[in-house]
Every structure is written in structure tokens, then in C-alpha cells.
């Protein structure tokens, strides 16, 4: 629960209480109002102008009715929640107290497992951000965003918070319940994952292709999750339950594969929110479609020998290492020169090429190098969108440049961690800019100021800045 830290009147002369935070759940208040009066309440993110702001909402209503029987009540809603900081209250009958108002805030039943604290506040700030964001969207579902039209369990944020979403809580049962949900949509799709778990049907003539899914990155929740959770908990319980999910995706992938090894059809997200885009208006980012599938076509069919390994499917295990290994020979014949350098020269092309060990032999360190000199163009800061910014640090610090990694954490300019925590941010947002330099929202379509994805850097606090690792060799931290 969370009092309110003030009471606001705007420019507008409207009334709204601050909770300090953004945060999940609903406000309780005790009030005795005449009979048939009515008591208006509107949640949203941000003031603008200094008055009550809810366009990034888009058709979400976000507001509560109360129509008094002339009783003291305390009265909450019982059959929703809200995402917000701030709550706009008209027809309030007399003084306006904030203690008669209660923020309750709502998440699945977790228990807290890690916490860094450091010397810098705005690192502590950004990792308290990254938490809220995690019990602000791990409701149920690990949803994308808690507060507008939305609310969905997009796959592919759920897999790159997954790592961090480990270490600072135990979720395992939470994760289990997802995938066992994913397994089943699974079955009615020939192994394609939908991009949201669980799925509906939505848009034109409800045909709208993002909901059939199959995109790279997004649809890799079904392999590089349930690897997550046995690498945290040591459980292959989890790999029981999910190798034929897992299997079945990269059966899926390799169904869309010519015969070149590469995938290079269907609809992808990409670098979704990458900073590299030709166009400034996409959320497409520069990275070539072909490109990240291919390499998460590798990875997941890697996770697949893994896990077939840690189960004794021995003949499992080496038929997805040989698919693996095909698949990197051809990425390698098409992305790379002989000396290694990449055609794609992105930050994120680099990322994935050592995360997802894409690199011909002995030429790592040329790759490494290169993903040094991408950064100083843009004098040492990011561009990178959903899919390279989870592995950006960490492939830094493994690769000899834990300073640079060190230097984008650091940074409080745009584009960096610390400049939404210096604009006052309470949670993760969804771009890099989601709200601009004079306070404004860059962007109203898609701007969500609770959106954990780029959160996962706390996995890179905690595994390369604490140096607490999971172990394939040791899982559960044994």
C-alpha cells in the first residue's frame, strides 16, 4: 500500500493526487457522500503543463464511477486494475484529505530474491525502476505494459527480462504457468508461437497477422525461457514440461528455412525501438530482418541440444546441434568477409554475433573491436532497440571493454538509463525518449512510461558488475 505524497491543483483547476510512483493496482477511499452524488476518478501516467494527461492511454478508459447510497463507504474496484502515478478526482463532497486515500498495489505472489544497492543514487534509482516495472507487469502475465489498451503477454519482452526477472524474485511457478500457456496455444499453430500468450484474435476482420505470430525474438520465448528457468532454479522439470514446445518452434523455423539455413521470410519486430532505423518515425529498427532471425534460429536450435543433453536425448540433442551448427556456417558465408568483418554494421549486429557465438573462429576479437568503433560514433552511447540491448553490456564485459559497458550505464544524456531516470521516471519506458527534454511525450501512439524490456540491464548488474552467474555445468546456482 502507498499513501499519496500530495494533492495537486493545475493550471486547470483540477484536482489530483501524486503516488510518488507508478504503480499497479487501484485507489481505495473511505468517503460519506450524499445520496445518488458521484465521486469521478481518471488514472494516468504523467502531467503535462503541469494538468492531469492521459492521450497515451490511447481507447483505454482508465477511470472509476462511485455513486453514493448516502453511507460511509470504503469503497475500491473489484474487477480491474490501473497502470498510473497520477488520479484525477472530480465530485469529491467536501475537503480533499489524502489520507483518506489508499494505493494498493497489485502483483502474482513473488518472493524478492536479490537487490543491488551501489554508490551512485541513479543506479539505485534505475534498478528500483526496472522492479516496479517487473511487479507492474507480472500480473498473471508478463505483460508489456499495464496501463493502456493493451496489457498483453508479448513473448518478446517476456524473454529478455526473463534473466532479470530471476534474479530479483523467485518465478519460477509464474514462469511455468506462461509457458505451460504458451505449449497449448502452440499446438493449434503447428509450432508457431503466437507474439502475445495468451492470444486473441484482433484487428481487420480479426485477421491481424501479429496476433498469428512466428516472429524471431518474440516466438524464442519458448526456448530461451524455459532454459532461463533451468539455469536460475535447476529444475528440469521445466525442460520435461517444455522440450516439446521448444522443439516444435525450431521445428517451426526450420519449416520456413529454403534450404539456405537462413530465415528469411515472415513477419519480424526486429530490433523493435532500435535508434538506428532509416526512418525516425519507425519503430523498425536497422538492423535487416534476415539477419536477427537467422541468429536466433541458431540460438534456439542450440537450446534445443541443450536441453535434450540435460534430459538423456542424446540422438535429439546432436540432430539440433548439427541445424545449429549449419545454421551459423551460413550465416557466416552470408553476413561475414573472410576476415570478419560484418556486412551488417549495426551495434546490434555485432551484439548478437558474440552473444550468440555467430563468429567465424579467432576473429572475435576483430567483431569486438568493431562494436567499440560503432560506439564511439555515437560518442560512446546506445542505439540499439529490444533485441540488442539485453546482450549489449554483457557482451562488452566479456569481451574486454567492461569500461564501455560501464560508460552506458553511466550515461545521463539521450539516449541512456539515466536519462529517464534524471526526467524523473518511477518505472521503465518503452523508448529511449519516451517522454523528451522539456517534459513533452515523444509519441502518443506507442509510448507506454512502464515497460520493462529495456530493464534488462539488471541482469548485466548482476551477473558481470556483482558477478552472480548461473552455470549451465551447475544450474541453481549449485
Not at 511487479?135 to 498473471?140: A, R, T, Y
Not at 536441453?307 to 540422438?315: H, S
Request: charged share 25%; aromatic share 14%.
Amino acid at each position: 500500500q502507498r499513501k499519496p505524497v500530495k494533492v495537486i491543483k493545475t493550471p486547470k483547476n483540477e484536482t489530483v493526487l501524486d503516488m510518488g510512483q507508478n504503480m499497479v493496482g487501484w485507489l481505495q477511499f473511505k468517503v460519506n457522500a450524499p445520496k445518488g452524488s458521484e465521486i469521478f476518478l481518471q488514472y494516468g501516467e504523467e502531467l503535462q503543463d503541469g494538468c492531469f494527461y492521459r492521450e497515451n492511454l490511447r481507447s483505454a478508459k482508465a477511470e472509476f464511477r462511485y455513486i453514493s447510497n448516502g453511507e460511509t463507504a470504503l469503497v475500491q474496484p473489484y474487477f480491474t486494475f490501473y497502470g498510473f502515478r497520477y488520479v484525477k478526482i472530480e465530485g469529491w463532497p467536501d475537503e480533499l484529505r489524502p489520507e483518506d486515500f489508499t494505493g494498493c498495489v497489485v502483483y502474482s505472489d513473488m518472493e524478492r530474491t536479490g537487490t543491488i544497492e551501489t554508490s551512485n543514487p541513479f543506479v539505485n534509482k534505475l534498478f528500483q525502476n526496472a522492479l516496479w516495472s517487473q511487479k507492474g507487469n507480472f500480473l498473471d502475465v508478463p505483460t508489456d505494459c499495464p496501463q493502456r489498451d493493451e496489457r498483453m503477454g508479448w513473448t518478446g519482452d517476456a524473454q529478455v527480462f526473463s534473466g532479470t526477472a530471476s534474479f530479483n524474485m523467485d518465478v519460477y511457478a509464474f514462469f511455468n504457468k506462461y509457458l505451460y500457456d504458451l505449449s497449448l496455444e502452440q499446438k493449434e499453430r503447428n509450432g508457431r508461437v503466437p507474439n502475445v500468450i495468451p492470444t486473441f484474435r484482433m484487428g481487420k476482420e480479426h485477421g491481424d497477422p501479429r496476433m498469428e505470430g512466428g516472429a524471431c525474438g518474440w516466438g524464442d520465448a519458448a526456448t530461451i525461457i524455459p532454459w532461463c528457468m533451468y539455469q536460475f532454479y535447476g529444475d528440469e522439470a521445466i525442460l520435461k514440461q517444455q522440450f516439446d514446445s521448444m522443439k516444435a518452434w525450431v521445428d517451426f523455423i526450420h519449416s520456413q528455412d529454403d534450404g539456405s539455413r537462413l530465415w528469411n521470410k515472415g513477419l519480424h519486430y526486429g530490433d523493435w525501438l532500435a535508434l538506428d532505423g532509416p526512418d525516425p518515425l519507425s519503430p523498425m529498427g536497422g538492423t535487416p530482418n534476415d539477419f536477427v532471425a537467422s541468429a536466433f534460429y541458431k540460438h534456439s536450435a542450440e537450446l534445443v541440444a541443450k536441453a535434450a543433453r540435460v534430459l538423456g536425448k542424446e540422438d535429439v540433442a546432436a540432430k539440433y546441434q548439427q541445424l545449429a551448427n549449419e545454421v551459423k556456417k551460413a550465416i557466416q558465408d552470408e553476413f561475414f568477409s573472410p576476415r570478419g568483418r560484418i556486412a551488417v554494421n549495426t551495434q546490434t549486429a555485432h551484439v548478437l554475433a558474440l552473444f550468440m557465438d555467430l563468429v567465424p573462429g579467432g576473429l572475435r576479437d576483430r567483431v569486438a573491436d568493431a562494436l567499440k568503433q560503432k560506439l564511439m560514433e555515437c560518442n560512446y552511447h546506445l542505439k540499439t532497440g529490444f533485441l540488442g540491448t539485453p546482450y549489449l553490456c554483457r557482451v562488452l564485459s566479456e569481451n574486454g571493454y567492461n569500461d564501455l559497458a560501464y560508460t552506458l550505464l553511466i550515461n545521463d544524456d539521450f539516449p541512456s538509463w539515466l536519462y529517464e531516470v534524471k526526467m524523473g521516471a518511477t518505472t521503465i519506458w518503452e523508448r529511449w525518449n519516451s517522454l523528451l527534454p522539456n517534459g513533452k511525450f515523444a509519441e502518443l501512439g506507442m509510448n507506454s512510461l512502464n515497460h520493462y524490456a529495456y530493464g534488462s540491464i539488471v541482469e548485466w548488474m548482476y551477473r558481470n558488475m556483482c558477478g552472480i552467474n548461473p552455470m549451465e555445468e551447475y544450474p541453481g546456482f549449485r
